[in-house]
């Protein structure tokens, strides 16, 4: 009888036990939460600040701008909000002012896209940029020209518009070249026992095909995701992809911040 209830008095001292564990454990879980979303509203505040500050032009090391330094800029969103087509024409229209001329625009379903020709249309003198393509090796040098040729060119905006369906066929039409080109050569797997195909061989046949395309040296992404996307990857290998949040909250005062912290980094890339 008195071990009977022994166990039931441990029974229960263990229950009370675990219940002001959990109760404790979870206490805990709420503080370090609120902690947390206090930092990140904090910090949201401070950002928010610092934009207007920016757009105001009270913070005077912002109004200098190394824009040379970016060259080729690529700006992906995210595709429920590349239907606000407004937005987009306001942003480049930013972009445009600070002086970036060559832009490419990417989003998934290929939006942007079908909203390429009144896209152009609201922007004055903007050109659309189009990846040439090239079948016979020997004129490979002829896409590079053309391709820096549009780089030099300070005069206008150039716009190049890439959607998630560019790079799939592009894989699919590189792979293409490769094997017809791996089958006119007669290799047999006798003698090839190593990997066929090396990066330079792809990067060749993505430009045979009209996929090569010039690498952008910074990549905004507009969208709750932080990722590319399904921007082709063979282009970003150096790229410097900064998440800005939002196309609905998109702001001047941000994406000078972006620029700029992109300008002031020195790039060091290896052999």
Same mark, same amino acid.
């Given at each position: 009888?008195d071990?009977s209830?022994?166990?039931?008095v441990?029974?229960?001292?263990s229950?009370?036990?675990? =219940?002001?564990?959990?109760? $404790?454990?979870?206490?805990?879980?709420?503080l370090?939460?609120?902690?947390?979303?206090?930092?990140?509203?904090?910090? =949201?505040?401070?950002n928010? $600040?610092?934009?207007? $500050?920016?757009?105001s032009?009270?913070?005077?090391?912002?109004?200098?701008?190394?824009i040379?330094?970016?060259?080729?800029? %690529?700006?992906?969103?995210?595709?429920?909000?590349?239907?606000?087509?407004?937005?987009?024409i306001?942003?480049?229209?930013?972009?445009e002012?600070?002086?970036?001329?060559?832009?490419?625009?990417y989003?998934k379903e290929?939006?942007?896209k079908k909203?390429?020709?009144?896209i152009l249309?609201?922007? =004055?003198?903007?050109i659309?940029?189009q990846?040439l393509?090239?079948?016979q090796?020997?004129i490979?040098a002829?896409?590079?020209?053309?391709?820096?040729?549009?780089?030099?060119d300070q005069?206008h905006?150039?716009l190049?518009?890439v959607?998630?369906?560019d790079?799939?066929e592009a894989v %699919?039409?590189?792979?293409?070249?490769?094997?017809?080109?791996?089958?006119?050569?007669?290799?047999? =797997?006798q003698n090839?026992?190593e990997?066929i195909?090396?990066?330079?061989?792809?990067?060749?046949?993505?430009?045979?095909?009209?996929?090569?395309?010039p690498?952008?040296d910074?990549?905004?992404?507009?969208g709750?995701a932080?990722?590319h996307?399904?921007?082709?990857?063979?282009?970003?290998?150096?790229t410097?992809?900064?998440?800005m949040g939002? $196309?609905?909250?998109?702001?001047?005062?941000?994406?000078?911040?972006?620029?700029?912290?992109?300008?002031m980094?020195?790039?060091?890339?290896?052999?």
């Amino acid at each position: 009888m008195d071990f009977s209830n022994e166990s039931r008095v441990l029974h229960r001292c263990s229950a009370q036990v675990l =219940d002001i564990g959990n109760l $404790l454990l979870l206490s805990l879980w709420h503080l370090v939460h609120s902690i947390i979303s206090i930092c990140n509203f904090t910090l =949201d505040i401070a950002n928010v $600040l610092e934009s207007y $500050l920016i757009s105001s032009g009270l913070l005077g090391r912002y109004k200098s701008l190394h824009i040379a330094k970016l060259r080729y800029l %690529a700006i992906v969103i995210e595709s429920e909000e590349a239907y606000q087509t407004s937005k987009i024409i306001e942003l480049l229209q930013w972009l445009e002012a600070v002086g970036v001329k060559h832009v490419c625009l990417y989003d998934k379903e290929g939006i942007l896209k079908k909203s390429k020709d009144f896209i152009l249309e609201n922007l =004055d003198g903007a050109i659309w940029f189009q990846v040439l393509s090239y079948w016979q090796p020997s004129i490979y040098a002829m896409q590079d020209a053309h391709e820096n040729n549009v780089l030099l060119d300070q005069q206008h905006m150039t716009l190049e518009f890439v959607s998630f369906s560019d790079g799939k066929e592009a894989v %699919a039409k590189a792979a293409n070249v490769l094997f017809m080109k791996y089958s006119k050569s007669g290799v047999t =797997d006798q003698n090839q026992k190593e990997k066929i195909f090396t990066e330079s061989q792809m990067s060749e046949a993505l430009k045979t095909v009209g996929s090569g395309g010039p690498e952008p040296d910074l990549l905004l992404v507009y969208g709750p995701a932080r990722c590319h996307l399904g921007f082709p990857a063979w282009r970003i290998k150096y790229t410097e992809i900064v998440h800005m949040g939002p $196309l609905k909250s998109m702001n001047y005062g941000s994406l000078i911040k972006a620029i700029y912290k992109f300008t002031m980094v020195r790039q060091n890339y290896g052999k």
